[in-house]
């Protein structure tokens, strides 16, 4: 029953390798996004998809590339992973207004 | 951008006390949401509140958008309302929406 899931919920990885996090929803909705919070806890959004087009990539590098197959899913893949990327990464989804997130994916990168 | 600042940062309870939360944004806005992150890591959508005043039990947020702040009050806490509490918001045709620094509660039984 769970609304938004996310797999896997744990990643530690080394520098430099390419990595995926998968996130399906259930809820029937259009919109489905990325989003990053660091060690502060800040959350900052980092892609919006909209019925499988990305509608937002908010200035993150190329190496996170955002996929699509239908609106029910949104995975993303890292490439070349960087310290920098360690972060909780959650998925998220809505129909216009309420958003409903994922129970997020933590990455370490040694 | 919009800029979204949430008081206070930091906050403790002892089981029982009320308490508000207050979140104040830089511009007019067409969607806010609160939203309690548990000490597990996951995040809850408390309420979609863009104006006007809404009760969940123990909870309630009211919202005046022409002076750009939102409250958030929680009553007779217990201790499973620990965790940060974070104001989100969305400026007309952004699509996006950007959260606040959020207020982390601590409740002590």
């Known amino acids: 029953d769970t609304a938004v899931s996310q797999t896997p919920k744990y990643l530690v990885t080394q520098m430099g390798n390419d990595k995926s996090i998968k996130c399906e929803q259930n809820?029937?909705?259009?919109?489905m996004y990325w989003y990053k919070q660091d060690s502060k806890k800040f959350l900052k959004i980092m892609f919006s998809?909209?019925?499988?087009?990305?509608?937002i990539n908010e200035t993150v590098p190329n190496r996170f590339s955002p996929k699509s197959p239908d609106k029910a899913h949104l995975n993303l893949h890292i490439n070349s992973l960087e310290l920098g990327d360690s972060a909780v990464y959650f998925c998220?989804?809505?129909?216009?207004?309420?958003?409903?997130f994922g129970p997020g994916t933590r990455l370490t990168v040694l | 951008g919009i800029q979204v600042e949430q008081s206070p940062p930091d906050l403790i309870l002892q089981e029982g006390a009320n308490s508000t939360l207050r979140c104040n944004f830089s511009?007019?806005?067409?969607?806010l949401q609160w939203f309690h992150q548990n000490p597990w890591g996951q995040l809850i959508n408390l309420f979609y509140?863009?104006?006007g005043t809404k009760q969940n039990g123990r909870l309630s947020a009211t919202t005046v958008a022409t002076e750009r702040y939102s409250l958030l009050y929680i009553s007779s806490s217990q201790t499973t309302d620990s965790g940060v509490y974070f104001c989100?918001?969305?400026?007309?045709?952004?699509?996006?929406?950007?959260f606040g620094t959020g207020t982390r509660l601590q409740v002590f039984p």
């Open positions: 998220a989804s809505s129909q216009r207004d309420t958003q409903y």
């Open positions: 809820l029937g909705h259009d919109t």
């Open positions: 998809y909209n019925n499988k087009e990305l509608i």
């Open positions: 511009d007019s806005v067409n969607n």
């Open positions: 509140i863009p104006s």
């Open positions: 989100a918001v969305e400026k007309y045709n952004t699509d996006k929406l950007i």
